[in-house]
């Protein structure tokens, strides 16, 4: 039988409905009653009485369903419905309330998990309910005793990636531990949506740290499929918000590229009067021109006296590869004044406070400010940009021998990378022949 109603259900008027614009069947909880949009307007209804075993949803219907320009349901019965998604997954879903708070759990991955056992598993929260059991606290807690919490899947994935370079791994622990982990860190990882991984991120972005969000999304991505992998989550909701990020601008280093005026702060840095460890490092960041944190991180057991050079380990570099810089008779000599300071201790610019770690990351940058130089004009990362340019357009060096020694991921006409071996011998001569450019620079300058 079927008997035309407004939106409110003549055998019991509390039930509400959430109409939906999909042409989609929609159903009060704890019902027999189910109700579905026909004909013409969106607010008549026909109230539809099944027969027993009567189901909204076939398998068929689940199977043609197609992704559209937003999510929409396919709605079963009794709370179940098949959620699909813009991007085209298929999630299941059971509406409930507990104690007049509405919920929502959610059952896994169509086809993955079968319509069949999709009710099968809303029978059971159903019966929890029955219970006065919330069965999504439930599964929380089951969760969460079996590993499966945001957390602990990080953990573990930690585990398996392992060390990489010592300044990404800093850069990728604060991120998880000062922004990821103290919102999500306790929530098992399935349960977690876009717009929970959203809120956090637009915490980020809300102090200014737009490039900060950017790689806090693109981390908390590689954890989610690693729990995909070990079927501890379904999906991975960092690509659902790539597109709602806050975009940053686009920012370079500042440099000093023109040669008087790099004589200029190579004569500021001689008169510089801070420590001998930050003395040393501003005068071999010019010498030297590797990556600031490549630098403050270095080891005495990376300065190879014997050979002059300095030899960097993969997981200490940007690109994962080991690394080689040549050492001038200038650079070798600023190495061997520094040794005679201070033995002890593995680092070679070590903190002031204690030699168990190295100077800050904003050492030199503090240092090129007092002699008056902001971040605006020059900065620590800028030195790599003053020799690429330099050596290429005024000492005419190969550009292939440059970006060699600046570490780049460098590949040859056959497509093989960067060789840390490659060019060594031109690239020792190359270093030399800066050095005493650097020289000259510094001499035309204390002349004027």
């Not at 790099?262 to 001689?270: E, M, N, P, V």
Request: net charge positive.
């Amino acid at each position: 039988m079927q008997t035309l109603c407004s939106s409110v259900c003549p055998v019991n008027p509390s039930f509400s409905v959430d109409l939906t614009t999909q042409g989609h069947y929609i159903y009060p909880l704890n019902s027999l009653i189910l109700w579905g949009i026909s004909g013409g307007t969106s607010n008549t209804l026909n109230c539809l009485y099944p027969q027993n075993g009567a189901h909204m949803l076939t398998l068929t219907a689940a199977k043609k369903a197609e992704s559209g320009d937003r999510d929409y349901k396919l709605f079963d019965e009794r709370g179940l419905f098949l959620l699909v998604h813009k991007a085209g997954g298929k999630y299941w879903r059971f509406k409930y309330r507990y104690r007049g708070k509405e919920k929502l759990l959610s059952f896994g991955v169509f086809p993955e998990v079968t319509l069949t056992e999709a009710r099968i598993k809303r029978d059971d929260a159903r019966k929890q309910l029955r219970d006065d059991i919330d069965p999504g606290a439930k599964r929380v807690k089951a969760r969460l005793a079996a590993g499966e919490s945001f957390e602990a899947i990080y953990r573990d994935w930690l585990a398996v990636r392992g060390p990489k370079s010592t300044t990404g791994d800093e850069r990728l622990k604060r991120i998880f531990e000062g922004d990821l982990l103290p919102i999500l860190g306790g929530r098992p990882a399935r349960d977690i949506t876009p717009p929970d991984l959203l809120d956090v991120i637009r915490r980020i972005e809300a102090r200014g740290a737009i490039e900060t969000g950017r790689r806090a999304n693109q981390f908390a991505g590689q954890v989610f499929r690693f729990g995909i992998a070990t079927s501890r989550c379904d999906r991975d909701p960092s690509q659902d918000i790539r597109d709602a990020l806050a975009t940053p601008t686009k920012t370079h280093f500042s440099a000093i590229t023109e040669p008087k005026a790099f004589g200029r702060l190579l004569c500021a840095i001689d008169d510089y009067q801070g420590t001998p460890v930050v003395s040393a490092a501003l005068k071999l960041s010019a010498l030297l021109f590797c990556r600031p944190g490549e630098l403050r991180h270095m080891t005495w057991s990376e300065v190879v006296f014997d050979a002059g050079r300095i030899e960097i380990a993969g997981e200490r570099m940007k690109m994962g590869e080991p690394h080689i810089i040549p050492l001038s008779e200038q650079a070798l000599a600023i190495f061997q004044n520094l040794h005679e300071l201070h033995r002890r201790g593995d680092f070679v610019f070590h903190s002031a406070k204690t030699i168990k770690r190295p100077i800050s990351e904003n050492a030199v940058r503090a240092a090129l400010r007092t002699m008056g130089f902001d971040n605006d004009t020059h900065t620590g990362h800028g030195f790599r940009a003053s020799a690429r340019t330099m050596l290429d357009e005024v000492l005419e060096f190969p550009v292939d021998w440059i970006e060699h020694q600046l570490a780049h991921s460098v590949r040859d006409a056959n497509g093989r990378a960067y060789n840390r071996t490659k060019h060594l011998k031109q690239r020792a001569g190359m270093m030399q022949a800066w050095a005493d450019y650097l020289d000259s620079l510094r001499a035309q300058s204390a002349s004027l």
